[in-house]
């Protein structure tokens, strides 16, 4: 099987056949230590979790990656639709995908849909992974859109047991996701200068202010498995520097567990499969190469982001000098905070303007609002002709 070439979905379902698969079997807690002892819920997948899956050819991380996501949503239409044929799990799936780009129109251009559902998939699974985006010349970015990945599998379970609402769902994971990596990050007694920027990255986004922590019950309830697990994995991501924990760090992923309603084992299986999935796969997988995961986190951020301002610069000139409030709010954002009505407006115009420029689709993405604050940091520091002749008033 290669995940690379055309028909691949159609081969790996016609193995699975009428869930042929001892992976479809598993409970929702099995399957996700599945989808962790592999590495996909880390962005990096060690190995394909399904034997269907099985391949002659050496995979790429990349294409290990979108089987895996692509078998966790067969898994999730199986789970909810058991008695449903694997072809109409691959028709729902295509609806889900283009359901969620109904909101994202500029979207549709670039995930055109075949009549074919099984190749469709193919090339919105391809798009979700950016293999055919400039990014991917630089190989670490794509770590940070294949830790997203879950979110879509997540997602996609909402989809189909309360299609109304998954898109607010979706706004409501990511605020709680960045919450708990925020906690987790301001827990750790040392910060690096990594911690502090993505501390002041994550602070400056809208979705983000006020912490939810603080002022909101969680609203993932005890049939909400994978989301409480998933939020404890970010936190132990977030805090994983040295592979090991302080106090503090431990301390806080304890009381994360609790507001979680999970146990205090959750936190040591947590942190050591990590440290073993590490050491296993060290020299496999990147990501633990060399440095943790939010100093790759950041690195890849800035990187993914100050790319795409310096591909885009002319468009963005055009659409900034015609936006007028836009282009005030960011020259002011250098000089002072913005109120929570200000960043409001900024993400909105922002993501507009994302709109009319094809590869700055990936803002509206699962994943990609939380890249908006680098964005909004980076705007006036790379495009300063755009400021210099309109210097702003603080006033």
Known sequence: MNPSASGWITKLCARIGAWNDPIFDLTEVAFYHSLRNAGFLYGASAYAISEAAASNLQLTQQERTKLNLCISLLYVYHKNHPGEAIERALASIHEFYQEGHKHSKSLLPRFSFPKKKATAIERILSERLQEHNFLLRNKSVSLLTHAFLFVDVLCYMQYLKYPERYITYQKELETWILSFAIRALSSKKKKNKYDRNLLEWVSGSSEFSGNVWDREPIPFGSNSVWERLFLLEISTLAVWDDRRLDASE??????AATRLALSQEHVEESTA??????????????????????????????????????????????????????LRLLGQSTVRDLSEAEKAKVRAQLLDICKTIPSLTIFLLPGGTVLLPILVKFIPKLLPSAFHDNRIDTN
């Open 273 to 326: 499969l990590l440290l073993r999935f590490a050491q296993e796969h060290a020299a496999q997988i990147q990501l633990y190469d060399h440095s943790h995961p939010v100093q790759q986190f950041y690195k890849q951020a800035t990187s993914t982001v100050k790319l795409l301002i310096l591909r885009n610069k002319k468009r963005l000139l055009v659409e900034l000098e015609e936006s007028g409030e836009l």
């Open 250 to 255: 431990q301390r806080f992923l304890e009381k």
